[in-house]
């Protein structure tokens, strides 16, 4: 059985407190796109950890957690994340692709540069090296993590690769150059550090296929910042959609059995980039403050907003989602209204679809239904019984307007603080 777990919205949905809940019962944990611009945060109990390229599925002995080929991986990164996990003893086995692509220094110094060039209409990305280590790999200057194996043949792909970059770092952006030396001496250091974890992940799989074991892909990102289907140029740079776990990670369309789409019971955004449903003021202020909306990966405040049920229905089709998760119900305690965006309006008509054009985007005028807040509190709250009654209303009410089955609940961080809902 093969479930891909993707993030609905624009990312931090709580994938990782989710694939964590489900891992128990998983025997592979396989993450198919981006790199470290994720941070999937697991809290169990050997403590909190924000995983940026490790899959969520490490906290769960005799767990076999897959790096696969989609993504892209700073090893520096990586190595202090395997640190980390190991000092933790997180006890999952963890495998890289040989066919994963590397962040490279100048790609975050490129990442860094391209941004800071574009000024007002900067993307608001991580500064990670995301963009630039993708453009490579689809130009076919990409340097992967397989080709740590061989260090000679790896010292001459990179000195070709520098006199390029150094160039347009110096002479196009005006910036620093970068030491050949300097990442010489880096992949020593990542060849000895790394070497022991890379496989063959596809092989791993599809013995695993075959055995019939339960597997898991994690996604990265959300389906707002696929690089196809997202709010382009506001996106990241990989296919972040379910489509991306079948590319990401060598399978068949026909192979996945079920997709979960992640969402919050209200929606945030990191970065730049249209957001229909945000809001200002004291109501964003509050869920900010209680949800602790801050990046997992660059402390950045996020961006509040409504629950967009537009956003969602687009986002139910371009993952073909079987069920929704709805995470985070705990942090709509105690509003006194809570709103759900059912259309928009643009140019005095109804608009009931999700629009690519960033111009109408950026103009569309929400249009809510209003629930009644409930005044107790649902933080923990382990089973559906123990809801209250106008928390389940504003759940039913979601499950209708968005047209899927929610499938899990979540009413705070913690493994335990988790709802399944099992359909008869
Ligand atoms: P991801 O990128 O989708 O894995 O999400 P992040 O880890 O970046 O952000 C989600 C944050 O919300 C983390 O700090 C989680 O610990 C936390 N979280 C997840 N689910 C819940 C929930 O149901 N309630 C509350 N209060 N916090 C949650
Ligand atoms: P997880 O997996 C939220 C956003 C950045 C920026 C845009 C492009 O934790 O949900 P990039 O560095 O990828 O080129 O930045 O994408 N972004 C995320 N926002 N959660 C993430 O990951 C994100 N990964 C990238 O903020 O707007
Ligand atoms: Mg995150």
């Known amino acids: 059985m093969i479930v891909t777990i993707v993030g609905g919205q624009w990312g931090d949905e709580g994938k990782g407190k989710i694939i964590d809940h489900i891992a128990e019962k998983a025997d592979v944990i396989a ?16 403590g909190k950890f924000a995983l940026h390229l490790v899959p969520g599925g490490v906290g769960w002995e005799g767990t076999k957690n897959l790096i696969g080929s989609g993504t892209v991986i700073d090893p520096d990164v990586l190595i202090q994340e395997l640190e980390l ?48 280590a993708y453009s490579d790999k689809i130009s076919r200057n990409g340097i992967r993590i397989g080709d740590l194996k061989d260090i000679e043949t790896l010292q001459s792909k990179i000195s070709k690769n520098l006199n390029i970059k150094n160039k347009i770092l110096k002479e196009i952006y005006n910036t620093d150059e970068i030491s050949e030396k300097y990442i010489f001496e880096k992949i020593k250091v990542w060849n000895q550090k790394l070497s022991k974890y890379i496989a063959n992940t596809e092989q791993i799989l599809y013995e695993n296929i075959e055995k019939n074991k339960f597997i898991l892909l994690e996604g990265a990102q959300g389906a707002l910042l696929d690089i196809d289907h997202g709010t382009y140029p506001y996106v990241t740079s990989s296919n972040s959609i379910s489509g991306g776990s079948l590319t990401g990670l060598g399978l ?164 335990e603080a988790t709802i399944p809902i099992k359909k008869s």
């Open 31 to 46: 993450r198919y796109s981006g790199g470290n611009n994720a941070g999937h945060t697991i809290e169990n109990k050997l």
């Open 85 to 132: 996990i190991n000092e933790n003893n997180l006890p999952g086995k963890i495998f890289i692709s040989e066919k994963a692509h590397m962040i490279m220094p100048y790609h975050i110094k490129l990442d860094q540069a391209e941004e800071a060039y574009r000024g007002s209409e900067a993307v608001g990305t991580t500064g990670r090296g995301i963009g630039p």
């Open 252 to 415: 068949g369309a026909k192979d996945i059995d079920n997709v979960m789409g992640v969402f919050k019971a209200f929606t945030t955004r990191v970065g730049e980039g249209p957001f229909p449903t945000e809001i200002f003021g004291n109501d964003a202020e509050t869920i900010r403050e209680i949800a602790g909306e801050f990046g997992t990966t660059t402390g950045r405040p996020r961006r509040i907003g409504w629950f967009d049920a537009v956003a969602a229905k687009y986002s139910v089709n371009i993952n073909g989602l079987d069920g929704m998760v709805i995470t985070k119900l705990d942090i709509l305690d105690k509003f006194e209204k809570i709103k759900i965006c059912t259309h928009y309006e643009y140019e005095g008509e109804v608009l009931s679809y999700f629009p690519t054009d960033e111009k109408i985007l950026n103009n569309i005028k929400p249009v809510y239904k209003e629930f009644e807040g409930w005044d107790e509190s649902t933080f923990d709250v382990s089973s559906y019984e123990a809801l209250n009654s106008k928390a389940k209303g504003f759940l039913k009410n979601l499950e209708d307007i968005v047209g899927i089955p929610i499938v899990y609940i979540s009413t705070g961080p913690s493994r």
